[in-house]
């Protein structure tokens, strides 16, 4: 059964960052997000009456689907599974235990959950693993891994290859195969280190080809780069510096471009985004940049899937800037200023839906994830509503 299958069958039973961005399983069927934690709470769901209704009846999602997150707990992490109708908005799935542990605080990471398929792949960071769930009406645990190092924070999968980013020291990456099947054997060799210790790693993320790794690196501003193999298995890290400070969040554009947010130590007003041309040999080249948005703590990153438009979320301004995106890559604030939403305080993690005419913020200080309609042509984000209750700690987020 597919992620539709599982959304539809759901809804029937039913810190900041360490920059300055947030630093065999039956399901747990509960009243909300937050029922697991010591101060109970269920789930609220707010609408927007705004032009939202002339975007969103415009732009009619092809099917209803759903949206993923993390609990994070150090008590025991779970996927929080909200489903989506075919006009965006988001109602209460269920709760399904992963057997691990999360942190218990943000994880200050881009892609701690990624969806393929009828899979859904989670990080662990409290018991340093990775959990595979899949789709089958429910979602069920169908593995777990060790990482290969300390506090899993991202993930990403190319084809039957999933890479994970550890941040505790001595930060590293370590390959696994069996991503089609959810069953991950670890890459003798595979494992490669980061730029040194102490470096505030945010995200691992495959290049469209599956033939090279990124890695950001806040705390030394630099970006790494990596080659795989025919066999998987990553090269030794090419470090980079970085144009602009604090690089965190970052996304490809369907033509290869890498766009990355740059979080600029959480100065007020100096957050930007940058793109670069990914050679071959893994060497970055400069396409434009850094582009100001204005803001403070720009952290995550969101491509829609024509590539035209990328947004960032500003997690100490609390909202969410936009661009257009030129063919070569280069980047081009939107003229209102670049504020295209406001959102609740201190939004993390962004996931659009599978046609990209919807966009979901999660917000690590309103506990909440914001819904928002994408304009057929200029790109602009209208708020559709936003459901709330969510653990301080959630995580991660992956729409469908």
């Known amino acids: ?53 002339e975007a969103d009846d415009r732009m009619p999602e092809e099917r209803s689907g759903a ?52 899979l859904l792949f989670a990080v662990d960071a409290g018991s340093n693993e990775i959990s595979v769930l899949r789709a089958d009406g429910n979602l069920h645990v169908v593995g777990r891994v ?10 990403t999968v190319h084809d039957d290859l999933l890479y994970v980013l550890n941040a505790g020291d001595p930060g590293n990456i370590t390959g696994f195969r069996g991503a089609r099947s959810g069953h991950l054997v670890h890459i003798n060799g595979s494992t490669q280190p980061l730029s040194g210790s102490g470096t505030g790693p945010a995200q691992v993320e495959f290049n469209p080809a599956g033939r090279a790794l990124v890695v950001t690196e806040k705390n030394t501003n630099v970006i790494d780069t990596y080659i795989v193999g025919p066999g998987g298995k990553a090269s030794a890290p090419d470090v980079q510096m970085s144009t602009g400070t604090t690089p965190f969040g970052f996304e490809f554009t369907p033509r290869g471009q890498l766009v990355v947010s740059n979080a600029a130590g959480k100065v007020s007003g100096m957050s930007s985004l940058t793109s670069y041309a990914l050679s071959p040999g893994g060497m970055l080249g400069l396409i434009t940049g850094p582009v100001a948005d204005h803001q403070t703590a720009a952290c995550w990153v969101a491509i829609t899937g024509n590539g035209k ?51 979901y913020a999660l917000n690590s200080g309103g506990q909440s994830i914001t819904f928002y309609a994408i304009g057929a042509t200029g790109g602009a984000l209208a708020p559709l509503g936003k459901i709330g209750g969510l653990p301080a700690s959630a995580s991660g987020l992956a729409a469908e």
């Open 309 to 359: 438009f990328a947004y960032t979320t500003n997690a100490v301004s609390g909202d969410i800037s936009g661009y257009t995106v030129a063919a070569d890559g280069s980047l081009t604030l939107f003229g209102d200023g670049g504020i295209t939403a406001t959102s609740d305080p201190a939004p993390i993690d962004m996931s659009l839906s599978r046609g990209s005419r919807f966009l």
């Open 67 to 118: 949206v993923f997150t993390l609990s994070n707990e150090s008590s025991g992490n779970r996927i929080l599974v909200f489903s989506r109708d075919r006009k965006g908005s988001l109602s209460w799935g269920g709760s399904y235990v992963t057997g691990g542990k999360g942190l218990g605080s943000g994880l200050g990471s881009q892609g701690a959950i990624v969806r393929r398929g009828d």
């Open 146 to 155: 060790p990482s290969g190092g300390l506090e899993p924070i991202s993930l």
């Open 1 to 53: 059964m597919n992620l539709k299958s599982l959304a539809l069958a759901a809804a029937s039973t039913a810190g900041v960052l360490l920059s300055g961005c947030q630093d065999h399983m039956s399901p747990d069927r509960i009243a909300g997000p937050a029922a697991a934690s010591t101060a109970t709470q269920g789930v609220t769901t707010t609408g927007v009456v705004s032009s939202a209704k």
